[in-house]
């Protein structure tokens, strides 16, 4: 009875069925040419693409599909990051084994961020106290010095995949891109199967959706721990990307940089959070010509997005081609 409550309380979309959606799936294909177009540089900045993209898919379970204001994925990203760091550093191991347990720390740090909206916390009071959880972890990161590093940090040894030592740019971009599609493919099952449908239902109606008889407890850790998982990995990918992290790494600004992923890029869509990724990690990059102008033009940006475009670049890509328009997409 629960079961098919939750199956007609959300029901996905049936666009972008077909042909079309295997058209998507090219473009992880076609970007395997990138490295023969782009310098060291840009393939680094490409790389970082990568690891905002599956930052974005992780901070948008909670925010954009469950409808929960959390700020959370600041921590959840330093946790990933300085977990596969530390295990490179103090125990030798490979930077490959280090991704898994660095999801893993991070959707651990997601159950704990989860406590708050347990006991009913919602709204900018959830934002304030995950906001705080995050400065915390900063705060641990620079006293724990003898794990961290402290304020000066902690140099990251060089990421290998089964024993190929990733020297370049242009080799860490195939480890990333692989990663990439793989949390990409995994969010896109999660959210289009009976737990996805439930995070819609509670975000429509969450007071009815426990009177359906969604237990809304549950999802709301399942959602926190997924979204730690996912940015966790983020994390990861960023300390074999940087090679040295610093706690400032992960302050306010790293968290202005993800919220603005997800609104320019689309709440609730994993599009959206390809598009965003995309969008505000180049920004920056294409208007480094004009210095002085580059943090204006950054904000105009986001401001004509969210009054002209309030569901983001995607929502303007799905009315272009259906291929853009997620399934499970609530309007």
Partial sequence: ???????????????????????????????????WFFNEYHQYVANLVLVYVVVGIGFNTVVGHLGQLAFSNVAFFGIGAYAAGILMAKLGLPWWVTVLPAGVMGALAGCVASVPAL???????????????????????IRADFLTGGSMGMAVPPADVLGWTLDTEFEKFYAFLVIT??????????LRSRVGRAFLAIKSDEIAAAAMGIP??????????????????AGAMYAALVGHLTP?????VQLILHFAIIMVGGLASLTGSIIGALVITTMPEIFRGFPGFEELIFGVMIILVILFLP?????????????????????
């Fill in 119 to 141: 006991r009913g916390v919602r709204l900018f009071y959830l934002a304030m106290m995950t906001l705080a959880f995050g400065e915390l972890m900063r705060w641990t990161y």
């Fill in 248 to 252: 400032e790494a992960f302050n306010l």
């Fill in 1 to 35: 009875m629960v079961e098919s409550t939750e199956t007609t309380s959300a029901r996905p979309q049936s666009a972008g069925r077909g042909p079309s959606r295997q058209v998507f799936w090219l473009l992880p294909l076609a970007s395997l040419a990138l490295p």
């Fill in 311 to 331: 569901r983001g670049l995607a929502s303007l890509l799905a009315r272009v081609h259906p291929v853009f328009r997620d399934r499970y997409h609530q309007e």
């Fill in 216 to 233: 809304t407890g549950r999802y709301f850790v399942l959602a926190f721990a997924w979204s730690g998982f996912v940015v966790g990995i």
């Fill in 181 to 190: 599609v793989l949390v990409v493919i995994a969010s896109d099952r999660l």
